[in-house]
């Protein structure tokens, strides 16, 4: 298929990182941080919040400097996986929620940045490839058994996706 190019493929198989990473944030700050539901809720109340905030800021901007959000989001989510006092990863949560809506922002463009034709057939094969690269990731958790570890990965996935980063064709 013409519209899916190699870095885009590419750019879809490690955003399952960010993916991964917050399907398992919950489990990790229940287990390691502080095993309240609540505390949960407002961790995630407050990455909602600023990613609002985000959203309403970049919203008027094609000029997201990916590269450098993406670096910064990797370095407060090492923060995160590190700093086991609930107060600081509260205020993390805030600039987690900033560096996680610009990585969606980018990853949204680059899976809807296609022609006219063909529209259902490229959105399978997008869905398919994120469906089978989670699901072997996972099988591969499975083995790894060491949720930090786990973490660290995805975390190298979110990197590696601000290295590859492809041209998004603003004119369509």
Do not use: H, W
Request: aromatic share 16%; charged share 15%.
């Amino acid at each position: 298929m013409n519209n899916l190019k190699k870095d885009k493929v590419l750019f879809f198989i490690f955003e399952q990182g960010k993916v991964i990473f917050l399907l398992l944030q919950s489990l990790y700050l229940y287990i390691y941080v502080k095993n309240d539901i609540t505390y949960l809720g407002l961790f995630n109340v407050i990455l909602g919040i600023s990613s609002i905030i985000t959203i309403y800021i970049f919203s008027k901007t094609n000029n997201y400097k990916f590269k450098l959000f993406n670096s910064l989001l990797c370095t407060i989510l090492i923060l995160k996986i590190n700093i086991i006092n609930p107060n600081i990863l509260l205020i993390l949560a805030f600039f987690e929620g900033i560096g996680i809506k610009i990585f969606e922002v980018v990853s949204t463009k680059n899976i809807y940045n296609i022609n006219k034709e063909n529209i259902i057939s490229y959105l399978i094969i997008v869905e398919v490839i994120f469906c089978l690269i989670s699901s072997f990731i996972f099988i591969i958790f499975y083995f790894i058994n060491n949720l930090k570890l786990m973490l660290y990965i995805c975390i190298v996935f979110i990197f590696i996706c601000g290295l590859i980063n492809p041209k998004i064709d603003n004119n369509r």
